[in-house]
């Protein structure tokens, strides 16, 4: 054994710790190196490391001297353990390539299942098994799978041949197959292969082993691998491992089946046993939904109104070993187990398990559950859910009461509601979705190379497959609505039109899918707010035990203070004043002080916009009694308020009695060629000091008309943007004190406030020792921060910077997940000079990445005071932050 080949099954050892770490065998292998070391019952296997996929990915090439010995000697474990020869004519063994990468990326990867079988071995299998059509079953399989996955043929010219066969016979499913038929088939197709790559499918047993394990390291870097770990953020230098194993049969006759099973229910988390198996078929005949596989349990199939029998009552002693196996399983690991088996002639066969994927319900559910049951504790609860999992549960759910003119009623594969116009290929959603347009991926079924699809797309339906065909696993872990095996779906791609149950649509019509009953509407269909209460309640009062840093909100108007409320914010950390001058009422006021010649004329103006800010300020105040309120004072370059085109400045013209060329050359004059390095943030207030003065007095005078009404008042806390210099803050900082003394002697009211900055800016951040004698407050915008530190335009850079996270530049888009070795390093900077000079300086972050679950660990390690974010991601930054405190 060297150590990149670990055997399990049988009489291997499984003490090695390398052999039991997901980062060396992958996923898949370190758990069927556990489950065989726990006595269930595993066929014997190996696992090459995933080290030999990276090093075969840069050097290309054959592989080593070592390797070929090590694998020749683990396959001698396996031929012992199985008591077969791999290879031999009279009793063949016959073995499963799988790829297993250290976090499962479902469908991603390739798989050759029956490897082994050739023109001579198949006639062995036939004797041994005493079944020939299973033998010729399995070879025609072998050579379809093997073609599409090694030798890189399209498996629709198998599917064709295969259809034709049946056609020409008049059968509709491939059990009424005989073997001759099969036989026949093989023989068509290895002419195929002859005739389309110029020479014979291979007959040589390792030749077939070494193109399968070649063939899964190269699907590492298939498009559809790369395009999923770049929506899961799994980085691409991890490689696969290989794992081969004995093969064991559920195609071998009705007492042999193959199914995939759950613990507990995956989408909703409730304890009952979950899953889908077929009898006399192999394990890719389940997943790739070709044949609508049955439900384990009698109760699924009662509650489905369902035939055909359930794997409990058709295989009882089956049923019950599994069942065992579910309960062992998870006191072992703690968690709910995907599984897949197989039940060859009776006996039950494990191939596989993992910490099954999960809807956020399913996730909450499941921590608190598992917390009652004494499975786990609350830490290991709250770690355990994924913040950005919560982000499906905030969002509206159809509304019980709406009509729903119903089509159809598929299975419940993903919850959630989603609305949207039909699109039947993937790179049709795509194109829509990136256009602007809400849409819904129809598809017979899907396959891996949909992913992008089914990421543009609001949810999923497909005409085929059951609860764990591709759809509906991959589109659980994207949290994606999706209803999947709806009957009475057919589709034309040629006309692009389908038909749904009676009704005759086309592509472009809209439907609205519910994930959670597998109904299928015309038309939209009205929502409603979500429940915040039960688990969800439960997991964030125990986040909230456990966080240190306080979480706010960016928001400016009452209705999104209130919703963040809600979700649980603990204050205002940014809200964007200029988001209330675009109000169409407020607009024209703002263009007039924008376009006016001099200081009389924009006072004037901005006597109007007064009242309305204050009475802006004074209704957030209100919903924020008693929370400390981060309000920014204007900060976008002015162009940015203009009118456009002849008509709006016509309209101005109309209003103000100024002529529109008069106009037109004011705002000629306030072009910039580079407007976010322009004349912005405190520079305006800088130059046009009686905006921020407006400004502030709105604020001061809300704030006092509140305290004095109520008698509970917010702790305003006025932020000045973009300041690069300790001077810049010192004149602003006189302003808004001049104006809340003005004020405050005006009301005879007095309030606590504070003045701070935001650090956005580099040399704001090296510059915070002196900045923070000014500043009571520091509010990182990582937005700016980011795009003044990389020199890249946060407005620009979506067109490439998908390429560089691609090509390892960036791990992640650094405007979405902070880059904590660049900027990161600015704000650690930042924050121990401010406090150098100000003990007490409170400190936060109001950037987008104040909602990314890495950037909030970052922020945990830097010490800082809160983090804010948009509302709907509240929730998310109170479990991140209680999971960076954990960690
Ligand atoms: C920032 O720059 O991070 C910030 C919060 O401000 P804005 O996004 O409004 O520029
Ligand atoms: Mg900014």
Redesign the pocket.
Known sequence: MNDTVFTFGGDASHSNARQKDKTVTGGKGANLAEMAAIGLPVPPGFTIATDECVRYLKEGGDFSDELQAAVAKALQHIEKTAEKQFGDAADPLLVSVRSGARVSMPGMMDTVLNLGLNDETVEGLAATSGDPRFAWDSYRRFIQMYSDVVLGLDHGLFEEALEIAKEDKGFYNDTEMECEDWQALVAQYKAIVREELGESFPQDVHRQLWGAIRAVFDSWDSERAKVYRRLNDIPGDWGTAVNVQAMVFGNMGETSATGVAFTRDPATGERAYYGEYLINAQGEDVVAGIRTPQYLTRAAREAAGAKPLSMEEAMPDAYAELVQVFELLERHYRDMQDIEFTVERGKLWMLQTRSGKRTAKAALKLAVDMVGEGLIDEKTAILRVDPMALDQLLHPTLDPEAPRDVLTTGLPASPGAASGRIVLDADTAEQWSQRGEKVILVRVETSPEDIHGMHAAQGILTARGGMTSHAAVVARGMGRPCVSGAPGVSIDLKTRTLRIGERDLAEGDTLTLDGANGQVMAGQVATIEPELAGDFGVLMEWADRHRRMKVRT?AETPADCRMARQFGAEGIG?C?TEHMFFDASRIRAVREMILADDESGRRAALDKLLPEQRADFREIFEVMAGLPCTIRLL?PPLHEFLPHGDAEFEELANATGLGVDHLKRRAGELHEFNPMLGHRGCRLGITYPEIYEMQARAIFEAVCDVAQDSGAAPLPEVMI?LVATKRELELLRGLVDRIAAEVFAEKGCEVDYLVGT?I?LPRAALMAGEIAEEARFFS??????TQTTLGVSRDDSARFLAQYVDRGIFARDPFVSLDIDGVGQLVEIAAERGRATRGDIKLGI???HGGDPASIAFCEQVGLDYVSASPYRVPIARLAAAQAALR
């Open positions: 960016n940014l964007r900060d943007p935001m956005e990182f915008g990582t937005n700016d921060l109001c950037g987008e």
